[in-house]
């Protein structure tokens, strides 16, 4: 039985901003917590680091002439597609496994931060101390012994669901419809499509505009490193071996070239 | 046989000093270019090694290949010999010698060498400043890094491979005139006679 891609929605609508996720990312992954900078927001750091896996974005809004926050959560979207994984030279160091999570194995990790530039969402995060990336598991261990991810499991509003993928795109929809029906006419799902569909699903109220959710518009991965990886690498290892080849062919026919009369003068 | 000195030991030191820098470069870029190549990592001190080395390597490349240049910049000037030499080089390369004009201490094809390795080094030295440094560089500019370097360092190392051949195999003498730094009075005369000229008087 091929294995079932699973996923984790989030409604948007339906966050209240507690961060219970946040820390029971911390939790079960073991990470010691770094204090950051106060900015001014309520959000717990200005951006992920590599032992903070999971951020809650306090998007600071104005609408209809009143502050709003658009909570987003912000972690690895598990592509189909993954650019990080396209980007890693490291055999084994990003694994995509066949329920679709995209997982890091630090052991292999080379620290060579390619990941880091082929992620469309900027997620994976180098460590100064251990010189290896770092990023959300969708806690892969307890997805494998049958359990729910852990910021899943401590989600309070039901903003956080986890199954399989089939049936959340149909949730995600139905919630979709309810949103609309609720008046916001501009509520959709936002999955990715240009990196072969995410496994991390979003309800958004404003679809039109996922960069409201600190979410990129169009999410692919960058041509350049699509270019690297990709055309350029036939053409390198074809030049490489045509010039190699070129030149033994070349002694073949043409031998060294020959120095006159050294004897003479 | 009488030899003339070629080489100084300054330009063979910085010769050799980037010619082994550049390999161990060249083959764990290898091993970061794909990861059917990765094995060629455990040969260079393993993956995090490798990650570790390679770019000081690459500097220490730049700084050998900067000596270079500074020396031979000027002389590696082609002039209009070298534009006839250039539109002769398929005789060059048959091992016609009638119809080439005769070359300086650098033929065109050496001198062609030079500005194409300077300028894929220099391309590399920027891009692999860019590529060190994931959590510093924006991404604006490792988006350009990620293909530029590999881009670069694709075209020095198919020149290098023609220059490998040239000196081991097409030319017999040239390596040692950049390990020894002779050459015989013969090999001058065959192979860079207007150098030959100058030097001796003849």
Known sequence: MPAT?????????????????????????????TLGVFNNTYQ????????????????EQVEDGANSWLMAKYQCMHCADPGCLKACPAPGAIVQLPNGIVDFRQENCIGCGYCITGCPFDVPRLSPTTKKVYKCSLCSDRV????????????????????????????????????????????????????????????????????????????????TVSLWKGPLKWVANAAFLGTAVGALLHYLKFGPKETHDDEVH | MKFIERFSFAERASHWISALCFLYAAFTGLALWSPRL??????????ETVRAWHPWAGLFFAIALGVMFRRWAKEMQLDEEDQVWLSKSALYAQ????????????????????????????????????????????RSLRLIA???????????????????????????????????????????????????REVTGR
Request: aromatic share 12%.
């Open chain 2, 38 to 47: 990765f094995w060629l990592s455990g040969v260079f001190g393993g993956g």
């Open chain 2, 95 to 138: 091992n016609i010698e009638e119809g080439i004009p005769e070359s300086g201490r650098f033929n065109a094809g050496q001198k062609m060498m030079f500005w194409l390795q300077s300028a894929s080094a220099f391309f590399l030295l920027l891009s692999g400043v860019v590529i060190w440094f994931p959590e510093v560089a924006p």
């Open chain 1, 44 to 59: 717990t750091l200005p951006d992920l680091a590599p032992n903070f896996w999971n951020l809650i974005k306090f998007n």
């Open chain 1, 144 to 223: 494998g012994a049958g359990m729910t991810p852990a910021c899943i499991r401590t989600c309070p509003t039901n903003c956080l669901t986890f199954g399989s993928r089939t049936d959340l795109v149909e949730l995600a929809a139905q919630r979709t419809e309810e949103l609309k029906a609720d008046g916001f006419q501009d509520a959709g799902v936002y999955d990715g499509p240009g990196v072969g569909g995410t496994n991390v699903l979003y309800v958004l109220k404003h679809a039109s505009a996922p960069e409201k959710y600190g979410l990129p518009k169009d999410p692919r991965i960058p041509w």
């Open chain 2, 146 to 196: 990620v293909l530029v370097h590999p881009a670069s360092a694709a075209v020095s190392l198919v020149g290098i491979i023609v220059h490998f051949y040239m000196s081991t195999m097409a030319v017999p003498g040239s390596m040692g005139a950049m390990v020894r730094g002779k050459v015989s009075e013969g090999w001058a005369r065959s192979h860079h006679g207007k150098w030959y």
């Open chain 1, 5 to 33: 891609t699973v996923a984790k929605l989030i409604d948007t609508s339906l966050c209240i901003g507690c961060k219970a996720c946040e820390v029971a990312c911390q939790e079960w992954n073991e990470q010691e917590f």
